[in-house]
């Protein structure tokens, strides 16, 4: 088991470039979300689904776009990047039933838009 | 709108000490409640978890916090704190009935604890 992974680690974007987070998980969660964290500012949520074909958005999902073609995938699209996106990134699954609901959380992306 | 309160944003304590962290939400409806840590360029751990039932939840690392309905509390304690407690602390809770009818989980901004020898 695997858990949940992310790619890249870091990456170092200049405005306007548009890029893509990986999010991965191989337990076949249902739930999978998309957080960014700031100083200060605690977790904030991006995006959300809850199962292929399912997304909505979060608290803060303006420059972001997701899909969910699979159980185990959730990719993050950052269309237009701008400095305000400059953020550490994570993705997160959990299964969303009974005494097992528990958010695992990747290691992060730190994203840099210069 | 739900939204979840750490009033402290840095907590400093002396080794072997208790140490409380609070956490208030709020909520018209019923709530699952989460604490998580995060050390140092990781990513988010499940620290304990209150779904339904005893108010009195146990969690890892010696860990335990209070579901307080009456005060919308969920406050993180420990009797005695070691110096690898230190980390962020981050209080979560799950609200359902969205606009598409699913859930989602909202985080608090995190408490620093900082554990001094």
């Known amino acids: 088991n695997a858990g949940v992974t992310q790619t890249p680690k870091f990456q170092v974007l200049k405005t306007g470039q548009s890029m893509t987070l990986q999010c991965a998980q191989d337990?076949?969660?249902?739930?999978m979300s998309w957080y960014r964290q700031d100083p200060g500012m605690g977790l904030r949520l991006i995006h959300y689904?809850?199962?292929?074909?399912?997304?909505d958005q979060g608290e803060v999902p303006n420059g972001y776009n997701v899909s969910r073609s699979t159980t185990e995938d959730f990719p993050l699209r950052l269309l237009s990047a701008a400095p305000s996106q400059t953020s550490v990134y994570f993705c997160?699954?959990?299964?969303?039933?009974?005494?097992?609901?528990?958010?695992?959380f990747g290691p992060g992306t730190r994203l840099l838009v210069l | 709108a739900q939204s979840v309160t750490q009033l402290d944003s840095q907590v400093p304590v002396f080794e072997e000490a208790p140490v409380e962290l609070r956490c208030n939400y709020s909520?018209?409806?019923?709530?699952?409640l989460f604490w998580y840590v995060q050390y140092p360029n990781q990513g988010l751990q499940l620290l304990l978890k209150?779904?339904?039932?005893?108010?009195l939840v146990k969690g890892i690392n010696g860990f335990e916090a209070e579901f307080n309905k009456s005060q919308t509390s969920f406050h993180l304690r420990k009797p005695s704190v070691h110096i690898s407690d230190s980390a962020e602390y981050f209080c979560?809770?799950?609200?359902?009935?969205?606009?598409?009818?699913?859930?989602?989980?909202?985080f608090g901004t995190g408490t620093r604890l900082k554990v001094l020898a």
């Open positions: 997160a699954s959990s299964y969303s039933q009974g005494s097992r609901e528990t958010q695992y």
């Open positions: 337990m076949n969660h249902e739930y």
């Open positions: 689904s809850v199962g292929a074909g399912i997304t």
């Open positions: 909520s018209s409806v019923s709530v699952y």
């Open positions: 209150y779904l339904s039932g005893s108010t």
């Open positions: 979560a809770v799950r609200v359902g009935l969205t606009t598409s009818g699913t859930y989602k989980y909202i």
